[in-house]
């Protein structure tokens, strides 16, 4: 396989968990063929330096791949910012790119299902984004990979084309929803899209992925996804800038190579009712779980 996508990789102050990262990263099949971008913010406060300083001594040891190159930011600039500057310069130099954060686990296929995607879809405008990770679906009788409306963030890729219709601006993309199209993006609510882009506006957040999602949504995009997982997220232990100690996405990474891909750029109604199931599961144990912390509160508070 000719002109492999370059890999970037965006760390801040999780050493160990970039260490992880970067082991899984090196034992896929085509690491020594890739070119490694890897994008370290600069520190927030004094108390982040050491660490800071510690991942950028690591990434100058690092072998296996082509070529790596480290880029050290001297300023804090946040993820978001580091992730869509960071991109935006990768698919200008090499027309497409593999997206990884510092707390991502691989498959030994992962880096081969990612460039053999974006080789078959090169030219599809309708295909936006190719995701890696997949949660724990119940459906047995999915195919090995299918397209779907939403993107995930946990290991992905895109190319040039698609990136450029990146929509940085939420009142730009709020302002084409109507009460329909908030239905469908947030999955039937299911799923608190919505509420991530009003709270992006609000300044409670600062997600570079739900405006990203947002924008493939609005342009009847699809994105590309694995049935069985080909990323597992270690950064839910409560480290992470936007992570909290969460185990219903956890899951087993597929140790099988992606052989079979969808020749129809529709999205597949089974996956998307085995997506949506999952989700409504994950909101009623989230509310299950709610409900029993609220009652162990009154019961302390009544023993008191």
Same mark, same amino acid.
């Given at each position: 396989? $000719? ?50 300083? $510690? ?10 791949? %082509? ?131 009003? $709270?992006?506006?609000? *300044? %409670? ?32 232990? *409560? ?36 997506? %949506? ?6 909101? *009623?144990?989230?509310? $299950? ?16």
């Amino acid at each position: 396989m $000719q002109n492999l996508a370059p890999i970037a990789l965006f760390v801040y102050n999780r050493p160990e968990h970039t260490r992880r990262t970067l082991s899984y990263l090196q034992k896929n099949q085509l690491a020594e063929n890739s070119r490694l971008f890897i994008f370290s913010d600069g520190p927030k406060t004094e108390a982040d330096k050491p660490k800071v300083e $510690q991942i950028r001594q690591l990434a100058k040891t690092i072998t296996g791949f %082509k070529s790596v190159k480290l880029i050290e930011r001297t300023e804090n600039i946040g993820l978001a910012n580091s992730i869509i500057s960071g991109v935006t310069q990768l698919v200008n130099d090499y027309g497409k790119v593999i997206v990884f954060e510092d707390d991502l686990l691989s498959s030994p296929y992962t880096l081969q299902y990612f460039n053999e995607a974006l080789d078959r879809y090169s030219t599809d405008e309708k295909v936006m984004h190719i995701g890696a990770y997949m949660y724990n679906l119940k459906a047995p009788n999915l195919p090995q990979t299918f397209f779907y409306r939403a993107a995930t963030s946990w290991g992905w890729a895109t190319w040039a084309r698609a990136w450029q219709h990146f929509e940085p601006n939420v009142d730009t993309l709020m302002q084409q929803f109507d009460k329909s199209k908030i239905n469908a993006f947030s999955i039937e609510g299911t799923m608190n899209f919505w509420k991530q882009m009003q $709270q992006f506006k609000a *300044g %409670k957040n600062n997600s570079w992925a739900i405006r990203w999602y947002a924008s493939i949504f609005l342009k009847n995009g699809l994105t590309l996804n694995p049935a069985q997982s080909l990323i597992q997220n270690i950064g839910h232990d *409560g480290t992470g800038v936007h992570s909290n100690n969460e185990d219903i996405y956890q899951v087993n990474i597929s140790r099988q190579p992606v052989t079979d891909f969808p020749d129809a750029l529709q999205e597949n109604v089974q996956a998307y009712q085995a997506i %949506k199931q999952f989700l409504k599961t994950r909101k *009623g144990n989230l509310w $299950q779980r709610g409900v029993r912390f609220i009652m162990q509160m009154r019961d302390k508070y009544l023993k008191n």
